[in-house]
C-alpha cells in the first residue's frame, strides 16, 4: 500500500475511535452508547459522519451559553431555590396525600414553584380554540408572545397571522416563534409571511447548508400564546385548518384540546416563551411587570422540559405520580411508546389494583408510530392496563390524569421524541373540580373506544408482528 493509502486508513481508524469514545462516554443508555458504538466503528467515515449530525446534543452547551448571557437566568437562580416545598404554602396542600406526594417529586426536579390563584378553560378542537385566541390577540395592549410547532399558512394560519399584524399596527409588541423544521409543513412558510407583515418572529433550530446545521430530533414542540402577560393558552394544537374538525377534509382533521389559563402561571408561561426568544435570537426580553391577578383556585406549575435541562422533569413526575396513584390513572395521548421505567410503573400499578387506562387513536396520522406502539402492548394488557382505541377522527389531545385530582395537559406526548428529544412544555393542575372534568372528558372517550385484547394482539399475521416489530426497535428515534 502507498503512504497515502495508509494515512487515510490510518485516518478513518482515528476518526471511528474518537467518535465511538465519545458515544461511550457521554450516551446515557447502553442501548445508545452501544448503538453508535457499532455505527462509528462498522462504517468507516459514514458512521461518524452521522453520529456528528444526530448522535450529539450540542442544544445543550449553546442553551446554557446563552442563558448566562439574558436577565431569565437570574428568575432560573431565583426560582430554583424557592421551589423546594413550595407546596407546603399552598391552601390546601397539607390535607391532601396525593398532592404532597407528586408535588414533592415535582418539586425536586422544576425549578419553578408551584403557583396558586388561577383559573383554567378547556377548549376544544379549533371550533372552541382558535375564536377565543383570536380574540385575546385582538384585545391585547402591549404584547403578544405566540409559540408554535406547526404554522400552517392555510386559511386560518392566514387568519391568524393577519391578526397579528393588526395587533403590531396599532402598537403591540408582537413576537412569534415558529419551529425550524414545523414550519415546512406547508407552502409558504409561515416565516415567510410573518416577514412581510413585518411581524418580529424567528425560527427555532432552522435547519441550514452554510455553516451546516441539521438538527432533526431537536424540535421547539411547544404551544404557548401570552397576551399581555395576564392570559395565556397551551395544550396540544398546532395551527391550523386540520384542528377545525367539522370543516378539514376527513383524512387531515386532528380532534385536539387546548387550554385557557389566567392567573399567576401565565407568568410562567411568558418565561418559557423569553427563554426561548432569547435562545433563538440571542436577545433578552423583560417579563411583564407587577403582580398577576387571582382569578381562580387551582394551583398550578408549568414543566419546562428540554434536552438543555439537566433532568428528564416529565418523564420522572409522570413516572412518580403513577406510583403514588391509588384508584385512577387515565392517559390520552396520539403516540405512545413509553419507556420501560414507564412500562414497569404502570405494570406494577395495575397489579396493584390502580385502575390505569390509556386511551389511543385507532388510526394515528403517522402509521409507523401505531405498528411500533402494537409491538409494546402486549407488554402492557396481560398485566391489566386496559387500553382503547378511540374512533376517528385522530385525536392528537394529550392529557393525563390521577385520582380524578391531579392533572397535566400541555404539547409532551408519551414517547421518546417528546420526554427525550423535543423542547416541550406541560403544566401541573392541583385542582379536584377541573381534574375531575378532565377524567370526565377521558372516561367519555373510553365509552366510545375499542379496548384491546391481547387475543386481538396475537392474531395479528406474521407478516404484520414481523412489520411492528421491526419498526418498534428503531422507536427511540421515531
Known sequence: MALSEWMFLGFN???????????????????????????????????????????????????????????????????????????????GFKDSELYTGIASVSDRLCRLSLVDGNRIELLRDGEMAYPSMLEAIKRAKRRVFLSTYIFDTDGMGREFIRV???????????????????????????????????????????????????????RNHRKILVIDGETGFTGGMNIGDRHLVQKAPQRKRASDTHFLFTGSVVRQLEQAFIEDWSFCTGKALVPTKGLPLRTGEAVCRAVIDGPSEDTQQLSKILLGAISIAQKHVQIMTPYFLPSNEMISVMQTSALRGTKVEIVLPEQNNLPYIQWACNNMLRDLVPYGVELYFQPPPFVHSKIFVVDGSYAQVGSANIDPRSLLLNFELNVEIYDQDFSGRLSDHISAAVRRSKRVKIEKLNERSRLAKTRDALVWLFSPYL
Open 13 to 91: 481508524i482515528s476518526v471511528s475511535i474518537v467518535a465511538a469514545s465519545h458515544a461511550l462516554f457521554f450516551k446515557r443508555t447502553p442501548q445508545s452508547a452501544l448503538g453508535w458504538i457499532a455505527v462509528c466503528l462498522m462504517f468507516p467515515l459514514v458512521g461518524p459522519f452521522f453520529y456528528f449530525l444526530f448522535g450529539i446534543n450540542r442544544v445543550k452547551n449553546r442553551a446554557r451559553k446563552l442563558e448566562h448571557k439574558s436577565p431569565h437566568h437570574l428568575l432560573k437562580a431565583k426560582s430554583s431555590s424557592a421551589a423546594h416545598d413550595s407546596f407546603c404554602g399552598v391552601t
Open 164 to 218: 397579528l399584524g393588526d395587533a403590531a399596527k396599532r402598537g403591540v409588541d408582537v413576537r412569534v416563534i415558529v419551529d425550524g423544521v414545523g414550519e415546512f409543513y406547508s407552502i409558504p412558510r409561515a416565516s415567510t409571511l410573518l416577514q412581510r407583515e413585518g411581524i418580529s418572529h424567528a425560527r427555532f433550530l432552522a435547519p441550514r447548508i452554510i455553516p451546516p446545521m441539521v438538527h432533526i430530533n431537536l
